[in-house]
Nanobody, 114 residues
Framework: QVQLVESGGGLVQPGGSLRLSCVAS????????MGWYRQIPGLKRELVAT???????NYADSVKGRFTISRDNAKNTAFLQMNSLKSSDTAVYYC????????WGQGTQVTVSS
């Protein structure tokens, strides 16, 4: 059974930082491309960042220079370091794993507010 479990969300002030984690089980993590997506209620889920099995990264223009995606294959974990957070970053953040199938986590809420 495949599971992706996100953690690290919460409430943070504008300009602050958060680090999201996604722990995967039930898959051979190292061969999967991993991604972070976010969704505001009523809107489409949008891509935030991806990292390939080979470590190639890709970012949405809105987060370039502020967010960093990384992975630790030894720990079956993907990370999203979020700096200089803005109110517009408020959303539910989802972890995604893609190779032979596509899997999603349950999401973690990030709220940026003063």
């Amino acid at each position: 059974q495949v599971q992706l479990v996100e953690s690290g969300g919460g409430l943070v002030q504008p300009g602050g930082s958060l680090r999201l984690s996604c722990v995967a089980s039930g898959i051979r993590f190292s061969i999967y491309d991993m991604g972070w997506y976010r969704q505001i209620p009523g809107l489409k889920r949008e891509l935030v960042a991806t990292i390939s099995s080979g470590g190639i990264t890709n970012y949405a223009d809105s987060v370039k220079g502020r967010f960093t995606i990384s992975r630790d294959n030894a720990k079956n974990t993907a990370f999203l370091q979020m700096n200089s957070l803005k109110s517009s970053d408020t959303a539910v953040y989802y972890c995604n794993a893609v190779r032979y199938g596509a899997y999603w986590g349950q999401g973690t809420q990030v709220t940026v507010s003063s």
